[in-house]
């Protein structure tokens, strides 16, 4: 089976308070357990804000290396899924349920 990459972008900003967060990690472990359960489920991780990341970039022979993320924008990659699925199709259905569980944008992408 094919492997697929289940990106979540998330807005710039606080996350959501717990009254609201809660559930929807609650609802994200019962669709990770189905996940696991149709054998579909690889692994998956949260990120820690962007405000945390290092950046490394070749230049003329160096290396320049920033703090923060790499480029400003209204979202961030906030955490990603990987998953096992005969086809696009299949992956695609995974990640319409994580869009439909997180209320975030998903990107699904064939992992090489």
Known sequence: MKQYLLS???PDGDP???EVLDPILKRLDTLNEEMRAAGAWVFGIGLHPP???T???AQEGDVLMTDGPYTEG???LGGFTVVQAPDLDAALDWGRRLA???GLPIEVRPII
């Open 16 to 18: 959501p308070p717990p």
């Open 51 to 53: 405000s945390t990341a």
């Open 100 to 102: 439909e569980v997180v």
């Open 8 to 10: 979540i972008y998330e």
């Open 74 to 76: 209204k979202e961030h």
């Open 55 to 57: 950046v490394l970039r």
